[in-house]
């Protein structure tokens, strides 16, 4: 890390970047980054950039909660995982999710699927406007990187900014697609 820190000090005294921040890194990665750079008297990572969204939980074991001891702000990619999130199963498998590999991840979780489109619908709201609106809710997520390919898209996700997910919602989603539960608890013991 050090040798990293070096690197970055070089490149802000040049004035070819402002801040540092990393993406997929794992909680242990960012509190190693963050203690050397303390060391050396430097800001540390200011973003982490993760896979995140209702479907794929992972980063509420650790890489949220590193970020928030460090100050360290997330930027969720993948809030509608690949388009499975977005009502794949009302609007039919095509484009992307025509592959082999979505198909078959598509059957695998189609329990959980049906529920969270009848849970979308039931709200009013398209699957896709619900994913985002959950990420962007969720605590310790900065910002939400998305991909709109279409005109359509680009409004579900300026639609998200609207919606307000209450906690008897939030308590729903939960049930359909469930966290790892809090940290460490949910895997130290």
Known sequence: WDEIWQAM???ISMGKISYVGSSNFPGWSIAQANEAAQRRHTLGLVSEQSLYNVAERTIELEVLPASADYGVGVMAWSPLAGGLLGGVLRSGATSRRASATMSTR???LRPQLERWEGL???LGHP???VALAWVA???GITSVIVGP????QFDDAIASLDVHLDAVTLEAIDEIWPGPGPAP????W
Do not use: D, F, N
């Not at 390919?149 to 359509?152: K, L």
């Not at 608890?185 to 130290?188: L, T």
């Open 9 to 11: 000090e070089t490149l």
């Open 106 to 108: 598509i059957e695998s």
């Open 120 to 122: 979308c619908e039931q």
């Open 127 to 129: 699957p896709a406007v």
């Open 137 to 139: 809710q969720r605590p």
């Open 149 to 152: 390919r279409t005109v359509e």
């Open 185 to 188: 608890e949910a895997y130290a």
